[in-house]
Every structure is written in C-alpha cells, then in structure tokens.
C-alpha cells in the first residue's frame, strides 16, 4: 500500500502535473479543514489556518517509489500530515503539500478551490 496524499493544485485531474499521478489510485473527493488556499497565478499553495477554513481536493493513494519525484517537483512545499472528510463522509489519514513561506491575504481563495 502507498502513501494517502491530498492534491488540490497542478496534480488533480485535468491539470498540467497530472501525468505524475498516473499509477496512483484515485480514491475520491473533499476537503481538509485548518487549512487555507491561496491563488499564486500558475498553481496554487496551501497554508496553516483557522479550524474552519478548508482546501479542496482530491485523494489518491500513491506508490511509495513516486513521493520522492513529487516531492522534487513540489519544491517549495513540504508534506504535512493531515485529516481529509471525504465527500462520502470518511474521515482518512493524509499528507499534503504545504507551501513554505508566508502569504499576502490578498491573495487567498476564500471559496477553497483552484481552479476558481
């Protein structure tokens, strides 16, 4: 089994970075609440926040042999432990790509969705 990751940016369905998805197992949808989701242009980043904000995405359960291309990739980011509720309602135990430097709120997604 491989690791549960939450991907909310360049790796979901239909964006560029998919490809590198392509032998996960695509679980399903939700969301990761404590979490905020900021507009960078190209790609989207996500931070630390208030309990009741969320990011939005989808979940996958990865092979252990492609984390480490993932992870050169998602450079700026570092993976973070984290609880997703499925839109089924399932509670799962994931990582997730959180961006490493503070950002301006101008720029925050207050709907917790890229693309908008």
Sequence with gaps: MGK?????GTLKRGQPL?????SARFLGVG???GY?????GEYPAARPAEPQDF???E????????IPILDEVEDEYHRE?????????AILEVELYVFN??????QRLPEGEWPF
Excluded: K, M, Q
């Excluded at 432990?81 to 309602?89: F, I």
């Design 81 to 89: 432990r984290a609880r997703v509720e499925t839109d089924s309602g």
């Design 59 to 66: 979940i996958y359960e990865v092979p252990e042999e492609i």
């Design 31 to 33: 969301r990761v609440n």
């Design 18 to 22: 998919h490809y590198l998805l392509a």
């Design 36 to 40: 905020a989701l900021y507009d960078l």
């Design 101 to 106: 430097e503070e950002l301006p709120e101008e």
């Design 55 to 57: 990011v939005r995405g």
């Design 4 to 8: 549960l990751l939450f991907v909310y």
